[in-house]
Structures are given as C-alpha cells and as structure tokens.
C-alpha cells in the first residue's frame, strides 16, 4: 500500500471512529513522507483516544508549528486547544497553560473590534474552560453567548463544551433543575455522535461530578449506562481519565456491579497514579469498599490505608470495616474525628449515617439520636432520595434499639422503598434486615423470614459474603428453636447471655440500649421460670439456643 493509500486509509478510519486502524495507518504513512498539519492533528487526537498520551502532545506539537508557519491558523488554533485540553484532563495545568497562551498569542493580534470568529470563539470557549476549572462559579451567561455563537458558526464541539459550562455553573449557583436540563441536552449530543470522543470525555465527566454533588444517583446512572453503550461501538477507545472514573466506580457499586467495578477501580487506580492525580486516593478509596463489602476485610484494611496515604479521608469506610471487625470504639472514633472536620454537604449524610450504627452498636443510644437528628436535617437541606434512605435507615435502626418496633418497622419500609426506587440493591436489602427485626419484635414469624430471605438472595448475588453468613445465622436460630417460648429477640439475647456477656455488651452487639436489655431478660426469667442468669444460660444450652 503506497503513503496515498494509507492517507487515504488513516482518514476514512479516523471518520468512522475506528482509532487503533487511524493510528496505525496514519503513522505508517508517516514514515515515507511528512504529514501535513490536518494530518498530524487527525494523528494527535487519535493517540490521545487511545490512552497514548507522550505521542499526542508530540503529533499536536508539530501539527501546530506546521500549521503557524504555513499560515494556518485555524489547524494551529485547534492543535493549540486540544493540547491544552489533553494536558487539563490529565491534571498537568502549568504545560496546559502554557498551550492556551500559544492559542490566545497567536489570535490576539485580531480579536479587538473583529465579529466571532471560529479562531475567536475557540480561544475565548478555553480561557473560560480554564477560569471553570480553577474554580470560578459566575461563567454561566459567559458560556451562554459562547454556545451561541458556536452554534451559527457551525462548531459543535466549542457549542457542546459551551453549554456543558454554562450548565455546570447554573448547578453550582443552586438552580439545579435549569442546569442538570443543560446537561442532559448536551448529553444527547454525546451519545448521538454529534460530538468529538476528546470532548465527550469532560462532558461526561462533568455530568457526572455535577450529579455527585445534587446526589443525582438516578441521572449519573442512567447517563453512565448511556455512555457505555456508545463507547462498546469504538471498544479501543480511552475516553475516561480523571475524576470521572471515580465517580463511575462509584455509580457502578450503588448499582451492584460489583465485578465491573473492581475491574473500574483498578483501571482508575493505574490511569490516575501515572502522572500521580489528587484523585487516585479516592480511587484506592472505592477499591476498599469493594473489598469490604465482599468481606475481603484484609485487602479492605491495606486499600484504605493506601488512600490514606495519597491524602484521600478513609472514613466512612474504616469505620464500618472496624465494625465488621468488632471494634465499634475504633469505629466512632474515626466517624467523631471526620466529623469534626468541614466536610462537603453530600458525604455528610453518609458519615451520619455509619455514625448512627457504631454510636449504636457500642450502646450510646442518645448520642445516636442526635446523629439521627442532624440526618433529618440534611434531608431537609438536599432533598433528595439518597438522603432521605439514609436518614430512614438510621431511623429504623435507632427505633429498634430503644424498643419501638412499629417507628422501626415504618422506618425501615420507607428505606427500602427508597433504596429499591434508586435501584440499590445493596442497601435495599440492609434495610430489609431492619424491617425484618421489626417484624420479628412485633411477632410476626413468617413475614420476619421472608424479610431475611429476600435479603439473602439479594446479597448472595452481589457476593457480599459476611452479609450471606449473617442471614445464614439468623435463619438457622430460627429454625432451631421453633418450639422455643422466647421471641426472636429474646433468644438473640439468651444466646450471648449464655456466652457469658454483660448487658452492656449485649446492647452492643444487638444494637439496644442497657435498658432494652434488662426488660428482654426479665421477660426471658419470666417465660422460662428462672431466676438466674446461670440458670437461663443452662436452658440455652439444652434447647440448642446458644
């Protein structure tokens, strides 16, 4: 095949998305003569979409030093752009910087007084992309007008990357609806190939971390299924870099993908950590929680501290791994310790809520219920779904543990309502545990074990194995002690009477109050017509209780 063949070949492959094909005709023709700049550009961004980073800036490099010589300002602008563009994504802001400066010096000399052009569009569309990444919040109108004149210019890349802007800050300046419905529109321009893959990349990832702040889980997920169908059509393409990957881990857990996930999380952790990204801390951070909720409690424990160490918080997920552990004093702690700490407004309710069950399992029902009041007042201040699971879940917990089985049972009904509505299944099924001990306080046998065996199945699927063993054991008590006067309760703590613990720790372990403890084991004497705990104890040996 001679070098116009395999122009010819690297032009109609990079058109119809069909990278490695792009990349490899176009680099064999370079070699028998130079590519011109549209060549080198169409080569630059299809090494970037295959994750081959050091040979994207170098393509874009010499696309935009042959373009200016030639007097090709518009190739060099857009070499320019997207240099800066690869290297933001990246995290390597000053080398960005440094390809938006060669952008505006080489429009500069003609932006006063001149109508928009594509060249000043596009330069103006990256200084604002940067002010948005530094942080800046008041760009909204600013991307406004960009959008429009992108989009009588026929740009759709600078009109998409526009509304992206404008719509994030409008959600950032608290009118969340207006904005999330900008992000949505651009959305369908992604997904409908109306966009470059190089753009698609941020307008997701920007969809996503706009979601993560609005605890939007219902629109990050849907948009993530969306996305992933339109990259299986292009399976060498990289499109995801940065934050976003963490988000999509994150997506994927609350989803119950479990296995795709991890796989995620590993792909993060090695994206983000060559150049070393603040965000690869919060990807080791998502690989614990994989580990503890499969009950991989000693990966779980060296994943955590590895986040530690990249400066990423590893609470609230140390803390319920402490739990699993059995050590609910480490756990709150480290929840105390966090909370004291400014933390952002969405992982606030989720410290809470890990909060309320280790207060509970080391016996401290009071300070529970002001950790339960503080989540009531984070559902009045985000108002969404996600928090208020969170907070009915605590309820329930909180209600069983002070003996008021009916809040407990509405409660814990409400978070799987929630839950399941999300599309949880995780969390969905904890909350059926909830409701299954309401259920079994109030006497009601049958709907108690059909509560836990629903919860089973559910965490039998995602394989979250010491959850299984859990259900496992409160099955199997049941079915051992069917013609046992006691109710479920009263045998689970007869059971850890007779293993020779104090109330104190019998509150603990069952998430009761002392108080709760001592009414259970008089109702226990009662039924059984004893009088000791010796003699109680003896009862749950011979009737296989204990």
């Known amino acids: 095949m001679d070098d116009a063949d395999l122009l010819d070949k690297g032009r109609r492959s990079y058109d119809a998305h069909d990278w490695s094909a792009a990349y490899e005709a ?45 007097g090709d300002d518009t190739t060099a602008l857009r070499a320019a752009f997207w240099a800066s563009f690869a290297l933001s994504n990246r995290g390597e802001t000053a080398r960005a910087d440094g390809w938006a400066e060669r952008a505006r010096r080489l429009v ?56 992206m802007g404008e719509g994030f800050c409008v959600v950032l300046n608290g009118d969340v609806l207006a904005g999330m419905r900008r992000l949505d529109e651009v959305m369908l321009s992604v997904t409908g190939g109306e966009v470059h893959p190089m753009a698609a990349g941020l307008v997701y990832c920007v969809m996503l971390d706009a979601c993560r702040s609005t605890l939007d889980l219902r629109r990050s997920a849907e948009w993530t299924a969306a996305l992933s169908r339109f990259c299986e059509d292009q399976p060498d393409l990289v499109p995801y870099r940065g934050q976003c990957l963490v988000h999509r881990v994150q997506v994927m857990q609350m989803r119950g993908v479990w296995n795709d996930a991890a796989a995620e999380a590993e792909r993060a952790c090695t994206w983000l950590s060559h150049p070393p990204q603040p965000a690869v801390g919060a990807a080791l951070y998502e690989r614990a929680e994989l580990h503890r909720l499969r009950g991989e409690l000693a990966q779980a424990e060296e994943r955590y501290g590895e986040a530690s160490r990249w400066g990423h918080d590893p609470q609230p997920g140390l803390a319920l791994l402490r739990l699993a552990q059995g050590r609910p004093e480490a ?79 509405r409660s814990g009904r409400r978070a799987w309502t929630l839950w399941h509505e999300l599309d949880v299944p995780y969390h969905a099924a904890r909350s059926r545990l909830v409701v299954a001990e309401a259920c079994r306080a109030l006497g009601d046998e049958d709907a108690a074990r059909m509560e836990l065996e629903a919860a089973r199945s559910v965490f039998e699927e995602l394989d979250a194995r010491l959850d299984v063993q859990e259900m496992d054991r409160l099955l ?71």
């Open 331 to 409: 756990a709150v702690t480290g929840l105390r310790r966090s909370l004291a700490e400014p933390l952002e407004s969405t992982v606030l309710p989720v410290v809470l809520g890990a909060y309320v069950d280790a207060l509970l399992v080391t016996g401290d029902a009071a300070g529970a219920a002001e950790a339960v009041a503080d989540l009531r007042k984070a559902v009045l201040d985000l108002d969404v779904p996600m928090v208020g699971a969170l907070a009915a879940c605590a309820e329930a917990r909180l209600a069983l543990a002070t003996g008021d089985p009916s809040t407990a049972l």
């Open 108 to 163: 500069s000399p003609r932006r006063e007084g001149e109508a928009r052009s594509v060249e000043t569009c596009t330069v103006v569309l990256l200084e604002a992309l940067m002010a948005l990444r530094e942080g800046r919040t008041d760009l909204a109108a600013h991307f406004a007008e960009i959008a429009e004149h992108a989009a009588a210019l026929r740009e759709p890349d600078l009109e998409a990357l526009a509304v």
């Open 26 to 70: 176009l680099c064999s023709a370079a070699t028998t003569r130079p590519l011109d700049p549209r060549d080198l550009l169409r080569l630059g961004l299809t090494a970037s979409l295959l994750g081959k980073d050091e040979e994207c800036e170098q393509h874009l490099s010499q696309s935009f030093r042959q373009a200016a010589d030639s």
């Open 476 to 546: 199997a008590n049941d079915a051992e002690a069917d013609d046992c006067p006691l109710s479920p309760r009263e045998r689970e703590v007869i059971r850890l009477l007779a293993a020779g613990l104090t109330n104190r720790s019998i509150a603990a372990e069952l998430f009761l109050s002392e108080k709760t403890v001592a009414r259970h084991l008089s109702n226990i004497f009662a039924k059984l017509h004893v009088s000791t705990r010796t003699a109680a104890a003896a009862y749950a040996f011979e009737h296989r209780l204990a």
